[in-house]
């Protein structure tokens, strides 16, 4: 069992940057890969990015590959989303989610742990 919790979300101007954290619970980790998707309103929920459990292997959905970047720290049980050059069409609640698997997958139905969800508003 794992508890998420996201931070860092807001309103930013089109172009600018914000970085999302997640904090996990649990001793265990660095055997989880995980992952971050998104939700617009009136939308489904989408995949934005994925680390395996050593954070050498990541995944990006093709509308924010070059602009974000995944990272995790296992030492401190949190994964980053660093978002750069944001657009208004990247305006969505943020989730992060966990899968208890050494092996990063891009399907919202593979995670079985889920936070609570972050806000992100980019004005243009």
């Known amino acids: 069992q794992v508890q998420l919790v996201e931070s860092g979300g807001g309103q930013v101007q089109a172009g600018g940057s914000l970085r999302l954290s997640c904090a996990a619970s649990?001793?265990?980790?660095?055997?989880?890969?995980m992952g971050w998707f998104r939700q617009a309103p009136g939308k489904g929920r989408e995949f934005v990015a994925a680390?395996?459990?050593?954070?050498?292997?990541?995944f990006y959905a093709n509308s924010v590959k070059g602009r974000f970047i995944i990272s995790r720290d296992n030492a401190k049980n949190t994964v980053y989303l660093q978002m750069n050059s944001l657009k208004p069409e990247d305006t969505a609640v943020y989730y992060c989610?966990?899968?208890?698997?050494?092996?990063?997958?891009?399907?919202?139905?593979?995670?079985?742990?889920w936070g609570q969800g972050t806000q992100v508003t980019v004005s243009s």
């Open positions: 989610a966990a899968r208890p698997s050494i092996v990063a997958v891009t399907g919202v139905n593979e995670y079985d742990y």
């Open positions: 649990g001793r265990t980790f660095s055997s989880y890969a």
């Open positions: 680390l395996n459990w050593s954070g050498g292997i990541s």
